[in-house]
């Protein structure tokens, strides 16, 4: 097996052909090309200003460490303790939380990079990673931008320019409409020719920004109009491209790579099409199912789009794919991608040491036919959202991290730790989970293994939601298309339903152990006098006692009858299930600490199981209440929430409905920041209308109204930040009725 992030040994290639030669297993295509290239610039990196954050700046600093280049991190105001500040050799706060006044503020960065004896700036992947106007500013300033040339950045970046470089390149390219006229008379009448359904989508669009599908005419307009504010808010250009919609298509991907002296290679492709809001969500490398001849030729095609533009660095073309395995280009991202580590997987690469080889002005490291692809991978974006509420974004601080152990085929690429926050000013991914293994088949498997493994406690995780999905059968078929969530939607987002008697005794055994534990350790007497706790001992027989606690939603009630308590702690109980009782479970469990949470060994009905507990204290001041995360295989998705009941003069004080409203009203589903309001005082709204456009993570979100009413007060003005739970608009109270 090739081992994984190898340092490949560079060779002197200085004599090499302005031919690139692709040999695939005996088949050999040559491809020409005579375009000017760059000069080479032959100036080594010696220190490295990362103008990124997170996981992407770790991973970056990883091999700069390993290659002994010295590394410069920047950071916001709120990323001041990251981990990717605590990894650099040096690091320089460039503003506050807003992207626009720290990590795209071109100048703050080049000063940095020049006060501090940089030779590049490695963009990392979002940010100012395909910015032209940053790209000839580093060259303007005399340094390197790890990266392509600018034109290239440019020509890519505008999806109509790209699409006609494309098809002079003989790249296959999908029918639509790429013009400057961009009236919404103009792009109706476009999209009638080409016909519905039809994909809108941002000319400099990128990460499922910017884009939606009008399946027909009738909901265009409103599709349009949601497309450019989206567009505009992200990539401050609102214009916009008509595509054919294809149904049922599958994103593929070819990571190419370049350097200054005219040579590219493909290092083969990645599957990306299980998707959320358009994004990815899970990636795999090769991609499953297709022909060998659908392979060679995705490699030739992406090859010739890299070669019209003369690329240079790390960059991935992308193609939408049929269920005929006809492939269309769709647009190239010049950059690294997210997801690069699955190419890294199959092909012993380092991709970063590549790009910073080849900025350096080296040839390429390998020809394309020393290029071998080698096993399958996986990796599962592991994100703070909540997948049950429209994978709506999340953030607030990690109280609980624990991941799979890393090795050579498991990768975890992160950049928080626990105690860090997730915040609401970027991206709410948590992690990226890699794994590799010699065929899909066990990759998958050593995937859901892991997934399985992973613990996090504080915002709400697709953790769960990932592990459905890998076990999926149509996913282990890999029967994948960009429309999978949807099409498998009841599967993947089952119905909650309450808990097994045997899951119930389960919940309440670690209830009443953990309870017992925290009593214990804030009140150590009570564990040498039995009367200071206040748990209903006797001498004798215990009393029964009845348990009242919600499971992820739903109340469960469980008769409890201590038999026995050994001298380890363990408890012997008797347990009876549901207010009216049911049949006697025998359960018996024992308590240990272990790394930050509670270890819990529990046998019920002769059945031996282990779990492990995190405590999670509510917040008094918003009446939240007390709760448990468990962590146990022998759960529905892995884990359950067990929220504790709240104490009675919790109870009686707190305000029903929220925020101080006796209904219930339209408050914020996150932090982030008001858009657009639609609504004003004394407007009647019915059910479902849309009150307020919120944007997060860059993200449009629609508050819609709860209920029928009329607006009493509008708490917010367009541009406004608002946290997660505030009441946005306040609906005047129902008349109450009483029934005599």
Not at 2 to 13: E, G, M, N, P, T
Not at 102 to 120: N, P
Not at 219 to 229: N, T
Not at 679 to 704: C, F, Q, S, W, Y
Request: net charge negative; aromatic share 6%.
């Amino acid at each position: 097996m090739l081992s994984r992030l190898r340092c490949v040994a560079w060779k002197d290639a200085c004599q090499r052909s302005n031919k690139i030669q692709h040999r695939h297993h005996g088949i050999t295509s040559t491809i020409s090309h005579n375009y000017a290239t760059s000069a080479p610039i032959m100036k080594p990196i010696q220190k490295l200003l990362i103008a990124n954050r997170g996981e992407i700046a770790c991973r970056i600093m990883r091999t700069t460490k390993r290659l002994g280049m010295k590394s410069v991190a920047v950071y916001s105001d709120p990323d001041h303790s990251q981990m990717h500040v605590k990894l650099a050799d040096e690091a320089y706060n460039i503003g506050p939380a807003a992207s626009q006044l720290s990590y795209l503020d071109q100048k703050k960065i080049i000063e940095v990079a020049k006060s501090t004896g940089c030779q590049a700036i490695h963009p990392g992947y979002g940010f100012l990673s395909e910015n032209v106007e940053f790209a000839e500013l580093c060259a303007k300033e005399g340094l390197i931008f790890v990266g392509p040339p600018s034109n290239a950045i440019r020509d890519m970046g505008i999806k109509s320019t790209s699409k006609k470089i494309m098809s002079a390149a003989k790249v296959p390219i999908i029918e639509g409409y790429h013009g400057d006229d961009q009236s919404d008379a103009t792009l109706l009448e476009e999209s009638l020719k080409v016909g519905f359904p039809i994909m809108i989508k941002a000319v400099r669009g990128g990460g499922g920004k910017g884009m939606r599908i009008a399946l027909t005419e009738d909901e265009f307009s409103q599709q349009l109009d949601a497309a450019r504010r989206e567009a505009m808010a992200s990539f401050g250009d609102d214009g916009m491209l008509i595509e054919k919609y294809i149904d049922q298509p599958r994103h593929v991907e070819v990571q190419v790579f370049g350097d200054h002296h005219g040579n590219a290679v493909h290092l083969y492709e990645r599957d990306c099409s299980v998707q959320r809001r358009h994004q990815k969500i899970i990636e795999e490398a090769p991609a499953p199912g297709i022909s060998h001849e659908t392979r060679m030729s995705l490699g030739d095609a992406a090859v010739r789009a890299a070669l019209a533009v003369g690329y240079v660095g790390a960059g991935t073309v992308e193609f939408v794919m049929d269920p005929q395995q006809n492939f269309y280009f769709m647009e190239m991202n010049t950059r690294l991608q997210v997801e690069h580590p699955i190419t890294e997987m199959v092909t012993g690469t380092d991709l970063v040491e590549w790009q910073l080889h080849v900025a350096q002005g080296n040839h390429l490291p390998v020809s394309q036919d020393q290029i071998k692809l080698n096993g399958h991978s996986f990796e599962a974006r592991i994100y703070a959202e909540d997948p049950d509420n429209g994978f709506m974004p999340g953030a607030g601080p990690l109280l609980h991290l624990r991941t799979p152990v890393p090795d050579t085929d498991l990768r975890v690429e992160t950049g928080v730790r626990q105690g860090d926050d997730v915040s609401s000013h970027y991206d709410p991914m948590i992690a990226k989970l890699v794994v590799w293994d010699q065929d899909r088949s066990r990759a998958l498997s050593k995937l859901h293994t892991a997934l399985g493994l992973y613990e996090i406690v504080g915002p709400d995780t697709n953790i769960s939601f990932l592990r459905r999905l890998a076990a999926h059968q149509h996913f282990r078929d890999a029967d994948v298309h960009t429309g999978f969530i949807p099409q498998h939607f009841d599967a993947l987002f089952p119905a909650k339903q309450s808990p097994s008697s045997s899951e119930t005794c389960l919940l309440a055994l670690i209830h009443l152990l953990t309870d017992k534990h925290r009593r214990l350790s804030e009140h150590p007497a009570t564990n040498i006098d039995p009367y200071l706790a206040c748990d209903n001992f006797k001498i004798n027989l215990s009393p029964p006692k009845q348990l009242a606690f919600n499971v992820d939603g739903c109340d469960v009630t469980v008769a409890v009858r201590q038999s026995a308590q050994a001298l380890d702690g363990s408890l012997q109980l008797e347990m009876r299930c549901g207010e009216e009782g049911g049949d006697a479970h025998q359960v018996t469990g024992v308590l240990s600490a272990a790394d930050g949470a509670v270890e819990i060994t529990s046998t019920i009905d002769g059945i031996v199981t282990s779990h492990r507990v995190v405590f999670v204290a509510g917040n008094r001041k918003m009446r939240e209440p007390d709760s448990l995360r468990v962590f146990s295989d022998v759960l529905p998705g892995g884990t359950a929430k067990i929220t504790l009941p709240l104490a009675q003069h919790l109870v009686t004080s707190s305000v029903k409905g929220a925020s101080g409203g006796g209904s219930v009203q339209p408050v914020a589903p996150m932090t982030g920041t008001v858009e657009k309001i639609f609504v004003a005082p004394g407007d009647e709204v019915k059910e479902g209308e849309a009150l307020v456009v919120m944007l997060a993570m860059k993200m449009e979100h629609t508050i819609r109204s709860p209920r029928d009413g009329v607006v009493e007060s509008v708490f917010f003005g367009e541009g406004e930040s608002v946290e997660r739970n505030v009441l946005l608009v306040k609906l005047k109270e129902e008349e109450a009725t009483t029934a005599e």
